[in-house]
């Protein structure tokens, strides 16, 4: 099989060596790590973070009593940037992920749902309970 001279990166290579890509991941890490605390605060207990399955991916599993949630955490530079930063289409993503993982973090008769927390500086977290409805 012939090389080729100048094979284009894969696309994990590519977002790898983007500067503007990194600092937003560095900025969703430190989101994500805030969001686990704030849960911690309210009695939550964090079973998992950034889960990934066929479906996508959820960034905390928590429980609380009987209780677990998928949620799905956004970080923004503005507290105004933060109403755009959720849809219907990522939150139907992140219900797929829940359903593929609840047999390994939900028990026999413990509720689930989805739910979001947004993050900007200089805000408390938002946490948005139980934000998907099919």
């Given at each position: 099989?012939?090389?080729?001279?100048?094979?284009?990166?894969s696309?994990?290579?590519?977002?790898?060596?983007?500067?503007?890509?990194?600092?937003?991941?560095?900025?969703?890490?430190?989101?994500?790590?805030?969001?686990?605390?704030?849960?911690?605060?309210?009695?939550?207990?964090?079973?998992?973070?950034?889960?990934?399955?066929?479906?996508?991916?959820?960034?905390?599993?928590?429980?609380?009593?009987?209780?677990?949630?998928f949620?799905?955490?956004?970080?923004?530079?503005?507290?105004?940037?933060?109403?755009?930063a959720?849809?219907?289409?990522?939150?139907?993503?992140?219900?797929?992920?829940?359903?593929?993982?609840?047999?390994?973090?939900?028990?026999?008769?413990?509720?689930?749902?989805?739910?979001?927390?947004?993050?900007?500086?200089?805000?408390?977290?938002?946490?948005?309970?139980?934000?998907?409805?099919?």
């Amino acid at each position: 099989m012939p090389r080729l001279n100048n094979p284009s990166p894969s696309p994990s290579r590519k977002r790898e060596g983007n500067p503007t890509r990194q600092a937003a991941e560095a900025s969703g890490r430190r989101g994500e790590r805030l969001a686990g605390w704030w849960l911690r605060l309210k009695g939550w207990r964090i079973l998992a973070r950034r889960v990934r399955t066929p479906a996508g991916e959820v960034d905390l599993v928590a429980k609380k009593g009987n209780l677990v949630a998928f949620v799905e955490v956004k970080t923004r530079k503005t507290a105004a940037e933060l109403d755009f930063a959720i849809d219907e289409r990522r939150l139907a993503r992140v219900a797929a992920a829940a359903e593929y993982l609840m047999p390994s973090y939900a028990d026999p008769g413990d509720d689930i749902r989805v739910d979001v927390i947004l993050i900007a500086p200089g805000t408390r977290p938002r946490h948005i309970e139980n934000a998907w409805l099919p």
